[in-house]
C-alpha cells in the first residue's frame, strides 16, 4: 500500500492507472477507521481493480462548537486497518493544499441540505460537498463508497453527482454494527462506559420501529412514537423523523414509499446518528426505490 500526501504525487501514481483503463474505487475518510470503513474498503478492493481511502479531517464542515480539534486521530492503526482490508493506495492530503490561501469556490447543495443534521449543523453539508468533489476531482474514481450511517450524506453527494454529472457510481453499503446494534462511528470513542451502554437505545428504538414496520404498522406517527419510547436512554433526541429516502420530506400520509427513520441524539456529550432504511415491498406500493448504485440517473 502506498501513501501518499500531496495531489501531484497523487496524479503521478494514478495516472498509468487511469491511462490502462483500471477500474478505481474511492473510499473517502476521515480517519480513526473502524469495521464500517473496512467494510467500505472490503467492497471496493472487491469490485475494483485500485483502491484508494483518503483520510482528511476536513475543517470545513465542522462547526466552529463542534469536535474538530479533538476528532480522535491514530494514523498507524488506520494505515494497518487500510492494508488488511485490501486497499492500494492511502491519500493523506494536508489542510493548506485543500484549502490554500484565497479559497472560494464551494458547492453549495440545495433542500437535501436543509433538513435533519442540516437544521442542527449549517453548513455542514456544504463543506461535505466542497469537500467530496475535491476529492472526486483529484481521484477520479469509477465508483465512490460511502456507508448508509450517514444516510442524509448519501442522499446529498448523489445528488451533487447527478447535478455536477460527475462521472462515478455512488455506491452506499448498509450501516456496520457493534454486536449489540450501536452503529459503528469514530465518535463512539467519545463514550463512557455508562454512555456506551445507554447508547444501545438509538438502534434499539430504530430496529423496533423497523418490527412494526415489517409485520405492517405504516403509521408514520405510530412508527416514530414506538422508537422514541424505546430512545429513553439518550440524554437528548435531537430529531427523530421518518422521511422520504429520496426527497428526504417528512413522511405525511401512511408509508407507501421508501422512507428513512433517522436520528441524532445526544448520550452525555457526543452527538450520535442512525437510521434505518423502512421499503415497502414492489406488490404493496407499486414501487422500488433502490438505494443501490445511480450513475448519471
Ligand atoms: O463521512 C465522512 O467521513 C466525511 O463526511 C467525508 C465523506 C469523508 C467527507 O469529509
Known amino acids: 500500500m502506498r501513501l501518499v500526501r500531496s495531489v501531484a504525487d497523487l496524479r503521478a501514481l494514478l495516472k498509468p492507472l487511469w491511462n490502462e483503463g483500471k ?21 471496493s478492493a472487491s469490485r475494483c481493480d485500485v483502491t484508494v481511502v483518503s483520510i482528511f479531517v476536513n475543517p470545513t464542515q465542522f462547526a466552529p462548537n463542534e469536535d474538530f480539534a479533538k476528532y480522535p486521530r491514530d ?14 493506495v492511502l491519500f493523506l492530503p494536508e489542510v493548506a493544499e485543500m484549502y490554500p490561501t ?17 437544521a442542527f449543523r449549517p453548513g455542514h453539508f456544504r463543506g461535505v ?24 450524506q ?24 457493534e454486536e449489540d446494534g450501536l452503529a459503528m462511528s469514530s ?15 438509538l438502534s434499539q428504538g430504530l430496529f423496533a420501529a423497523e418490527e412494526a414496520f415489517r409485520h405492517g404498522e405504516r403509521d408514520p406517527e405510530q412508527i416514530t412514537t414506538l422508537a422514541r419510547q424505546a430512545m429513553a436512554g439518550a440524554d437528548r433526541l435531537q430529531y427523530l423523523e421518518l422521511v422520504d429516502a429520496q426527497t428526504l420530506e417528512p413522511i405525511q400520509g401512511p408509508l ?31 414501487l422500488n426505490v433502490s438505494l443501490s448504485p445511480t450513475h448519471g440517473d
Not at 29 to 36: A, I, K, N, P, S
Not at 102 to 118: I, K, W
Not at 157 to 172: F, G, H, K, S
Open 23 to 43: 477500474r478505481i474505487g474511492f473510499v473517502p475518510t476521515m480517519g480513526y477507521l473502524h469495521e464500517g470503513h473496512a467494510a467500505l474498503v472490503r467492497q
Open 75 to 88: 494514523l498507524e492503526r488506520d494505515q494497518a486497518l487500510c492494508l488488511e482490508a485490501g486497499a492500494d
Open 102 to 118: 484565497g479559497f472560494q469556490t464551494h458547492v453549495e447543495p440545495g433542500r437535501l441540505a436543509e433538513p435533519l443534521c442540516g
Open 129 to 152: 460537498a466542497t469537500v467530496v468533489a475535491k476529492l472526486l476531482a483529484m481521484v477520479q474514481p469509477d465508483l465512490a463508497f460511502f456507508g448508509q450511517k450517514d444516510f442524509q
Open 154 to 177: 448519501t442522499v446529498v453527494v448523489r445528488r451533487m453527482v447527478r447535478d455536477l454529472n460527475l462521472p462515478v457510481d455512488v455506491v452506499v453499503i448498509p450501516t456496520i454494527r
Open 187 to 201: 465518535r463512539n470513542s467519545y463514550l463512557s462506559d455508562d454512555e456506551r451502554e445507554r447508547a444501545r437505545c
Open 256 to 286: 407507501d414509499r421508501t422512507a428513512a427513520l433517522c436520528v441524532a441524539a445526544y448520550v452525555g456529550a457526543t452527538r450520535l446518528i442512525d437510521n434505518v432504511v423502512l421499503a415497502p415491498t414492489v406488490g404493496e406500493a407499486g
